[in-house]
């Protein structure tokens, strides 16, 4: 009898510890999906639109301190300027998203407005979508179209500082535009100014500017850069400067020709002479009184004195005339004769002008009025 109760007692303590075995297991994990995500595997490594290749995206992961969310990711999106930022989704697949084990809310078929507003997208628990485990806020953006350049120079000049034979900063003074996509820009230093070494200062409204000192090469075979560091540039004759500002996204091209001269490019031998003449009823031709010397960095048109100053004694008529002695354009540094004329049967004594020649840069009309006439001080004595 005593063995039978004490097999009893075995099999009742037996029972019992299997029960408490099992109920102690089943609350040490009662969701052991929950407690195996690792929060690194729910980030997102992409951001994909529906139906929208984006110009960009930019992602920051959120911070993940000891397996928990501290701070949102950020999501930034640029899309063309032609897409509307009203009813955008998403379309998160397993590339990713690791779709097995996560999801996102709101999903793909919800259509956002994002035109005033940024959204929050959450990473949930495929299993338990209450359970909310990485969050990024996204932004989303139209593309801003780039404004096509003027084509411009936007100023060009030589600065004391970089020229020190210069005694001012030299500024553009005149602009000129022809119908073919051609400016001349004009800039007048000081006569004596040593035009081979020059460092201009430029700024420009292009996309790309390249430049050349050979005419002869075709605008759209120009492919020297404009150097971004100061340089000196021989500017002296017979070179020229050319910019050529170029958009090539939209197919346009512009040009520039640099001129720079002296606005008084003749300059005489002797601008005051004195010529002693004997009483006679013909007029007195006097050939080389003095010369003339192109002191400038273009070919000049010469013309004759057209105008006559200071007259003594004060007459209607041109007692006294003068003329320049030169066929077709002068070059810079060639010179020649200046002729003086005085008529005839004028009484004894001392006469008096000063000769104007208006003289022009050949092929630059545009600034005429720029450039100063050249005058000569001109004295007669007649005598018997």
């Not at 697949?93 to 005033?116: H, V």
């Not at 120079?153 to 073919?180: H, W």
Request: glycine share 4%.
């Amino acid at each position: 009898m005593i063995k039978t109760r004490t097999i009893t007692a075995l099999i009742l303590l037996t029972i019992t510890t299997i029960f408490t075995g099992c109920s102690k297991d089943d609350s040490v994990n009662p969701n052991p999906n929950q407690n195996s995500i690792n929060l690194e595997d729910a980030k997102l490594n992409n951001f994909r639109l529906f139906g929208i290749t984006p110009v960009s995206i930019n992602i920051t992961q959120p911070s993940i301190v000891n397996n928990k969310e501290t701070v949102f990711g950020k999501i930034d999106i640029v899309v063309p300027n032609t897409v509307s930022l009203n009813g955008i989704a998403s379309s998160i697949t397993s590339n990713e998203l690791n779709l097995s084990k996560f999801a996102i809310l709101p999903g793909n078929s919800k259509l956002l407005n994002y035109e005033t507003q940024s959204h929050v997208h959450t990473i949930v628990n495929v299993l338990d979508n209450s359970q909310e485990l990485l969050h990024y806020t996204v932004n989303i953006k139209k593309e801003v179209t780039p404004t096509p350049s003027t084509l411009t120079v936007v100023d060009f000049k030589f600065e004391k500082s970089k020229n020190p034979q210069l005694p001012n900063d030299v500024t553009i003074e005149r602009r000129f535009n022809d119908a073919n996509s051609r400016q001349v820009i004009y800039l007048f230093v000081p006569k004596g100014t040593n035009f081979s070494s020059l460092v201009p200062t430029a700024t420009f409204d292009a996309e790309e500017v390249f430049y050349t000192q050979d005419s002869s090469i075709p605008l759209s075979d120009v492919n020297t850069p404009y150097p971004i560091v100061p340089t000196s540039f021989d500017f002296a004759y017979p070179k020229s400067f050319i910019i050529v500002l170029r958009d090539n996204v939209n197919n346009r091209l512009k040009w520039v020709d640099v001129f720079v001269d002296v606005k008084d490019p003749v300059e005489f031998a002797n601008a005051a002479i004195t010529t002693n003449i004997t009483a006679s009823s013909s007029s007195t031709f006097i050939a080389g009184i003095t010369t003339w010397k192109n002191v400038g960095n273009h070919k000049l048109n010469l013309q004759s004195g057209t105008t006559y100053e200071n007259l003594i004694p004060n007459t209607t008529s041109n007692l006294i005339t003068s003329n320049m002695f030169f066929i077709g354009s002068s070059l810079p540094n060639q010179s020649d004769n200046v002729s003086v004329r005085v008529i005839g049967n004028l009484p004894v004594g001392t006469y008096k002008t000063t000769a104007v020649f208006y003289t022009k840069f050949t092929g630059h009309d545009a600034i005429n009025d720029l450039v100063k006439p050249a005058k000569m001080n001109i004295t007669a004595n007649i005598t018997n």
